[in-house]
């Protein structure tokens, strides 16, 4: 039995244990009424808590305002029961997803804009929307306004809530293991690089910020279902912050760590009742040393595995899943490998790549003019210059990071000039950077997945739902995957986070992830930076494979002339933002102008003249 499947049973064997268990004790009466609302409360609060996760810590994008959605949510689930005609048990449900999306379309509204900025920005932006919220609501006839709104009925039970936390935490670990998920935390990692991959992240940020607002949405049902009333000032600033530190608390990107900070923090103030005024104190040095003994939270971006703990502890079980797995009937199952671009273009004796009379100027300052380039299929070009020739910006133009102020550029016989970057990458232009730009809180092999997003077409219901086709398009990644790497004899460092690679191996997995896009273009920055004489060596055959095995052109920034004169065919110089020179190695070394540019006028040469 693989292991993907142990944790499918050891997890609803887990999560069925704990539901019978409970409410055991509360058919027993072991747990009193207020440990029952507690326990509510504690399945509210991983929800929320979860929720903002996939903002904050999965997406990587402060947001202040998570209980503005929650407001809403909670308002409109239980107006939706108080003027609904039909028994409670079919409204509740409905007011439950009505909430839902209501704080969906609210977060569609405020994240359209809101999510172009970062940072600090974001953050303002968000708590004013919850503090907006809430003025809102107070001054609303409808909602109550200051005075809250009475007569809810009490519909949420621990049954409820519990199937309901259980439902959308099973739904953001699915997310997270899926094409979609893995483009949510890229942007995390690296916005520029996510998008350089084929990752439309302005796309996935509104994605993931809506669907956090929708889970909060109902979560907010929940409650107002559980309280029987509600008051503006309970959503104001300091319950979003409340949730914001149960993240922090357990690890920002880490669901499992969320739910467990949840738990404690929402049950700790409640246990520690009996000390009265103390308890707010003993539950503040607490939050205090965990901040400063554990600044990435329980688990940082880790997840708990029950199957880790489950095969740390009790060997003798895979025994007993080897027996069953023997006796069960084997079934083949169909996998569908990625997609393969097609591209538009028949006429190769033509450039792939052109650029005529490109150019950029940013305020008063020229920064390229004038650009020349043709790169045609199956070749290896290089792109040399002095320090601030503008090589970089040049690749920032080809790849829609910068939009030209004048020119055109032609890939595959079409214009691309502004379209966006992973627009682009899906058009057939792939790249490295100059400063390594990894995920680098994710494994070599899921590097690679991310950039078979623009190959892969299934759902975000098919990743949450693990449908055949979702297991059928994993499969096949995940063997395009390790077909890549091996290439590159990087096959037995799959599941090795890309952090802790050495430094010559970052650089040959972003190229591997450039070539996943398959593309008919790969732009190289520097590759060879920083690397030693031994790696930059290994680096030339490389390139020679790469040419070789994926039919792709190379145009290729690099200041190791070595490696430059090694194996380019033409060489064109850039410098101050022109082309200089442009001709084949040979032509290029013997050049007077090139070697000018690089080494400067001699005091000889100026007596001569």
């Known amino acids: 039995m693989s292991k993907k499947m142990r944790a499918y049973i050891l997890n609803i064997l887990a999560i069925t244990a704990i539901f019978l268990v409970i409410n055991l004790m509360i058919d027993a009466k072991i747990l009193s009424r207020s440990n029952r609302s507690m326990l509510m409360d504690v399945g509210i609060a991983i929800i929320m808590a979860t929720s903002l996760n996939l903002t904050t810590g999965m997406l990587g994008q402060l947001a202040l305002g998570h209980a503005g959605f929650m407001a809403i949510g909670a308002y409109t689930a239980a107006l939706v029961t108080k003027h609904m005609t039909v028994d409670i048990a079919l409204s509740f449900p409905l007011g439950l997803i009505a909430g839902g999306l209501v704080a969906a379309v609210f977060g569609i509204i405020i994240g359209v804009p809101a999510l172009r900025l970062k940072g600090d920005y974001l953050a303002i932006i968000t708590l004013g929307f919850g503090e907006i919220i809430r003025v809102i609501i107070n001054n609303l006839p409808f909602t109550g306004g200051a005075m809250g709104l009475i007569g809810i009925n009490r519909a949420t039970t621990f049954s409820y809530v519990y199937v309901v936390m259980v439902l959308i935490v099973i739904s953001l ?114 939050l205090i040393l965990m901040m400063l003994f554990r600044p990435k939270g329980l688990l940082g971006t880790l997840e708990f595995s029950l199957v880790e703990v489950w095969d740390f502890c009790a060997k003798y079980v895979k025994k007993a899943f080897a027996f069953i797995k023997k006796h069960l009937p084997k079934r083949e199952q169909k996998v569908i490998m990625p997609e393969v671009p097609k591209y538009d273009y028949a006429n190769f004796n033509l450039p792939v790549l052109e650029t005529d009379k490109l150019g950029i ?156 896009s398959n593309p008919k273009v790969l732009l190289l920055d520097e590759p060879a930076a920083g690397m030693n004489p031994i790696e930059t060596e290994e680096l030339m055959k490389t390139i020679r494979t790469i040419r070789e095995r994926f039919s792709v052109a190379v145009l290729l920034i690099e200041h190791d002339m070595k490696l430059v004169m090694g194996i380019c065919e033409r060489i064109y110089v850039l410098n101050y933002g022109r082309i200089l020179a442009q001709g084949t190695p040979e032509e290029i070394a013997t050049n007077s102008e090139v070697v000018e540019a690089y080494l400067g006028k001699s005091e000889n040469t100026e007596r001569e003249k």
């Open 173 to 286: 670990f699915t997310l997270g293991r899926s094409r979609h998920g893995r483009a949510i935390i890229s942007i995390r990692e690296n916005e520029v690089a996510a998008e350089s991959t084929g990752i439309p992240t302005t796309r996935y940020k509104i994605f993931a910020f809506t669907l956090a607002a929708f889970f909060a949405g109902i979560a907010g049902g929940l409650y107002a279902h559980k309280m029987g009333t509600l008051s503006p000032a309970t959503f104001d600033f300091n319950k979003s912050i409340e949730y914001l530190v149960m993240v922090v608390l357990g690890g920002m990107g880490s669901l499992t760590g969320s739910i467990v900070a949840a738990t404690v923090l929402t049950m700790l103030p409640e246990l520690l009742r009996f000390l009265a005024d103390w308890r707010m104190l003993i539950y503040s040095i607490v």
């Open 361 to 516: 100027r940013f305020g008063g300052l020229q920064a390229a003019q004038d650009v020349h380039i043709k790169l045609y299929d199956n070749e290896i070009v290089g792109l040399i210059g002095p320090n601030g020739a503008g090589k970089t910006t040049v690749f920032n133009m080809l790849t829609g990071v910068y939009l030209p102020t004048e020119g055109d550029i032609m890939l595959l016989g079409k214009s691309i000039v502004g379209k966006a970057t992973h627009e682009i990458t899906a058009n057939g232009i792939a790249r490295t950077f100059q400063n390594i730009r990894l995920f680098k809180s994710m494994t070599v092999l899921e590097n690679i997945k991310v950039a078979f997003q623009t190959r892969m077409h299934y759902s975000v219901l098919d990743g949450v739902l693990r449908t055949s086709r979702f297991n059928r398009e994993e499969m096949g990644i995940d063997l395009r995957a390790r077909e890549l790497l091996s290439v590159f004899g990087m096959e037995n460092v799959a599941d090795v986070r890309a952090d802790s690679l050495p430094y010559g191996q970052q650089r040959k997995l972003e190229i591997c992830r450039a070539l996943a």
